[in-house]
């Protein structure tokens, strides 16, 4: 499958994503994707859906928290599944735009 991506591999068209399409960018970043991935990707994609635009890392821990649950909202499990920054691969893997606040 050939998806539009940027540089950085982040989709250029968000809508392009599905199901397949976070497999295929979870395995560029060598992450398999569990139901703790799926959970936080499906939120991040909903709050991008709900407020158009992409929190920064305090702002998306709180949301998370609210949404569903501390354990979740932790730096130490967001960097359990996203090791190389819990904002800017969960965007990436949901296809989503590189957040601002991320280098």
Same mark, same amino acid.
């Given at each position: ?8 591999? &982040?989709? =250029?068209? /968000? ?7 976070? +497999?295929?960018?979870?395995? @560029?970043?060598? +992450? ?8 936080? =990707?499906?939120?991040?994609?909903? &709050?991008?859906?709900? /407020?158009? /635009? ?5 702002? &998306?821990?709180?949301?998370? @928290?609210?949404?569903?649950? $501390?354990?979740?909202? $932790?730096?130490?499990? +967001? +960097?359990? *599944? &996203? ?5 800017? /691969?969960?965007? @990436?893997?949901?296809? *989503?735009?590189?957040?601002? $606040?991320?280098?």
């Amino acid at each position: 499958m050939e998806l539009d991506c940027n540089e950085q591999g &982040f989709l =250029l068209d /968000y809508r392009q994503w599905n199901h397949e399409v976070a +497999l295929l960018l979870a395995a @560029k970043e060598q +992450l398999e994707l569990t139901e703790q991935h799926w959970e936080i =990707l499906l939120f991040i994609r909903q &709050f991008y859906q709900d /407020y158009d /635009y992409l929190p920064n890392a305090r702002v &998306f821990s709180k949301a998370i @928290k609210q949404a569903i649950g $501390s354990e979740q909202a $932790s730096s130490r499990y +967001l +960097l359990r *599944l &996203f090791p190389q920054g819990p904002l800017k /691969y969960a965007c @990436k893997i949901a296809g *989503l735009p590189k957040p601002p $606040s991320c280098v």
